[in-house]
């Protein structure tokens, strides 16, 4: 069987800029790369050498806020310091929820400016 990584995740969101920010903050990730895309649109990668999260808009309008779970669950992200990175989702204007301690880690979630749910982690 072939070996295989996750490369890229690509999500619509309403601002690139903004969304880069916050990540880059919460996660130490550096832009890899911008530019325009499909259908008059516009992208960041978010990342590090191997992988990365594609941020992506249109002109195109939201057609509104999607249902949780369709299409998308949440994003899992590991961060090594969870209360750090709480301090800096909530310094954004987010609000974290749905706290959790579980064998073998803590987690919570938050909801960004689009209605796309993170959910962090910590093993440490």
Do not use: C
């Amino acid at each position: 069987m072939p070996a295989a990584r996750l490369e890229h995740v690509n999500i619509r969101v309403s601002d690139p800029s903004r969304t880069a920010s916050f990540l880059a903050a919460l996660t130490g990730w550096t832009e890899r790369w911008r530019g325009p895309a499909i259908h008059e649109g516009w992208t960041i990668h978010l990342g590090d050498a191997f992988d990365y999260i594609a941020l992506y808009t249109t002109r195109e309008p939201f057609a509104g806020q999607f249902a949780k779970g369709a299409p998308l669950q949440h994003i899992g992200i590991v961060v090594d310091d969870l209360d750090a990175a709480e301090a800096i989702v909530m310094a954004h204007g987010l609000v974290p929820f749905n706290h959790a301690d579980y064998a073998p880690g803590r987690r919570f979630y938050f909801l960004d400016w689009d209605g796309i749910e993170f959910e962090l982690v910590s093993y440490a």
